[in-house]
């Protein structure tokens, strides 16, 4: 697989250090190079100056450097650094004397009254552990309030790189220059608000020959995970689904489960459901087979078995989920079926001993109901949730949300880059778990199925807003038509 490795502030410090010890030039200078070529990509067409904020770490250091570029080849710079000389680094403190030994000024502050072409956002980078304080506030707000591109070194200001948590304030970029190494906190949570555009520059450093990744930003390879069909095949080559839900009233998530396992290629679809008054089939997707939730229990060759779209918290659900846990098949829980192990710790524990494959797709609160949180606190860190559920359960878990986080019970996570608030609607968790049935169904290894599913579910919304149908009144059942459509061009080519 291709996909990009991903690494938290302890590992990036430590990434630094074996790549610093080696670098010539140092890295600082390489960055500082580097920013100053990706401001000249960025800048404005107008006969204003550059601003280059540079705060009191290493990051404000970068940003030093690549001033003295920019002032070198030519341009107007304003630069404002809010440090103290002497608390800063070695590093950084040669790049203030290569600029100050120029002649060329610099403001404590950014001008009240100033206009730029570009701004540079060098404030905070990877070591900002606390919440901004009110000066570096103003000075946020500033930059996001100015009518020109901004350029932000490593991280926005204000971001959490490991979390994607904003530190109370944070700029809003247009372009975000990571270096080194890829911060899951740039894609996951609020990331995805304020980097604008990303360019990785690796400084001449291979970070993965210094320090094993543990995480992994999802790309397209995944598409590799599901073979093209023989000719010579039947139904039964590609999975029979069993879908447990749809109680009285919530029918659909059911029927949408059902629908988006049938687009995502399975071969039959079963649905279990308890609603009272159960009907005969459905007459929009009559494909689906409809029978009672306990009968569905009895059938004995279903390839996955999915829990919880519609399923509600009553004392049949709990009994058929109870049934669910037992059976020997991949077992994909969604919804209902994680609310009633949150409420139920019999029933909870019961899931890590299965010998089967187990995926779990909660959203923050139903995360929050598993591990007994708040859910402030799951957002607080979603990397950290995702990976305590996999643990905790055994599971391969998908923590869902912007930058939806897939996390194994070894300890490996992915983040998801695609998707869009179209899928804050509901029914798409559904969808989702229909395509995570489907595929498991189909033959894929649970870990391969979840990253496939969540991207695909991701960029199956980026698909319909590409064409005009969304993100504003994107609805589930669009979402799984596209999912059809999106894994037919990856796997077959799109058509001529």
Request: proline content about 7%; hydrophobic content about 45%.
């Amino acid at each position: 697989m291709s996909f990009h490795p991903l690494y938290r502030a302890q590992a990036l410090r430590e990434i630094e250090r074996q790549a610093g010890a080696q670098a010539r030039p140092p890295l600082m200078e390489r960055a500082g190079l580097a920013i100053a070529r990706a401001a000249g990509t960025l800048r404005m067409d107008l006969p204003l100056p550059i601003l280059v904020v540079a705060g009191p770490g290493n990051n404000g250091g970068d940003a030093l450097v690549a001033a003295r570029h920019l002032a070198d080849w030519g341009m107007a710079v304003d630069l404002v650094f809010t440090g103290r000389i002497e608390r800063l680094s070695a590093d950084a403190r040669r790049a203030w004397n290569a600029w100050a030994s120029t002649g060329r000024p610099s403001h404590a502050d950014i001008p009240p009254a100033g206009r730029w072409s570009l701004a540079i956002d060098g404030l905070f980078g990877t070591g900002l552990t606390r919440d901004i304080g009110e000066a570096d506030r103003r000075r946020i707000a500033r930059i996001n309030a100015l009518p020109c591109p901004v350029l932000s070194i490593d991280v926005p200001s204000g971001l959490d790189a490991d979390t994607g948590l904003v530190r109370g304030s944070a700029v809003r970029a247009t372009l975000t220059v990571t270096m080194l190494a890829r911060k899951p906190g740039l894609y996951t949570l609020d990331g995805k608000d304020l980097v604008g555009r990303i360019q990785f520059e690796d400084l001449g450093a291979d970070a993965p020959s210094l320090v094993a990744p543990e995480g992994f930003l999802l790309d397209r390879s995944v598409s590799s995970f599901l073979p093209r069909r023989p000719a010579n095949s039947h139904k039964g080559h590609f999975g029979q689904i069993g879908i447990l839900g749809g109680a009285d009233t919530m029918l659909g998530a059911a029927f949408l489960a059902g629908s988006a396992a049938l687009l995502a290629g399975a071969g039959r679809v079963h649905l279990g459901l308890l609603a009272a008054d159960l009907p005969g089939f459905n007459p929009c997707q009559p494909e689906l087979m409809v029978r009672p939730a306990e009968a569905l229990l009895a059938m004995e060759r279903l390839t996955c078995l999915v829990a919880g779209p519609g399923l509600s918290q009553s004392t049949q659900a709990k009994r058929c989920l109870t049934q669910a846990l037992e059976r020997d098949m991949p077992l994909v829980l969604d919804a209902d079926a994680l609310n009633l192990l949150g409420q139920y710790p019999d029933l909870a524990a019961r899931v890590p001993a299965r010998s089967a494959a187990t995926v779990l797709t909660p959203h923050p609160l139903e995360a929050a109901r598993l591990l007994r949180r708040a859910p402030a606190d799951i957002q607080r860190d979603r990397i950290g949730a995702a990976g305590e559920l996999a643990r905790r359960f055994q599971s391969y878990t998908v923590l869902k949300g912007s930058g939806s986080v897939c996390a194994e019970p070894a300890g490996t996570y992915y983040v998801n880059p695609t998707g869009n608030p179209g899928l804050a609607s509901a029914g798409t968790g559904d969808v989702l778990s229909g395509i995570l049935g489907a595929l498991i169904g189909q033959g894929l290894a649970a870990p391969d199925a979840l990253r496939l599913g969540v991207y695909l579910h991701g960029a199956a919304a980026d698909d319909q807003v590409a064409r005009g149908e969304g993100p504003i009144g994107l609805t589930a059942s669009e979402v799984a038509l596209a999912a059809r459509r999106v894994l037919n061009d990856w796997v077959y080519g799109p058509p001529l």
